[in-house]
């Protein structure tokens, strides 16, 4: 069974940085796409990021397009999602999830981890 564990959110003050993390166990890691989703209050869940196996190809959404940046560590099973120059319509609960290469769906999904930005 594969388990996803997110870590790294908190509170941040527009114009600042946080870095994620997802550690992924029970699976081969280094076969599995990584993405990130946020949901804002009241909003519906949106792709942020993702990193292919390689972690020689990375997607991002426009939104944070030059101010995320997603890698990989193979050797520790782990993804990052570097944040800076937040905003506050950053808020989120930032979710972490894996899927094998040619899945469609994401099949396994962390608990997610809140980033709150403050104006």
């Known amino acids: 069974q594969v388990q996803v564990v997110e870590s790294g959110g908190g509170l941040v003050q527009a114009g600042g940085s946080l870095r994620l993390s997802c550690a992924v166990s029970?699976?081969?890691?280094?076969?599995?796409?990584v993405g990130w989703f946020r949901q804002a209050p009241g909003k519906e869940r949106e792709f942020v990021s993702r990193?292919?196996?390689?972690?020689?190809?990375?997607y991002y959404a426009d939104s944070v397009k030059g101010r995320f940046t997603i890698s990989r560590d193979n050797a520790k099973n782990t993804v990052y999602l570097q944040m800076n120059s937040l905003k506050p319509e950053d808020t989120a609960v930032y979710y972490c999830?894996?899927?094998?290469?040619?899945?469609?769906?994401?099949?396994?999904w962390g608990q997610g981890t809140q980033v709150t930005v403050s104006s």
């Open positions: 029970g699976g081969t890691f280094s076969s599995l796409v």
């Open positions: 990193v292919t196996r390689s972690g020689d190809n990375t």
């Open positions: 999830a894996v899927r094998n290469r040619f899945a469609v769906a994401y099949a396994y």
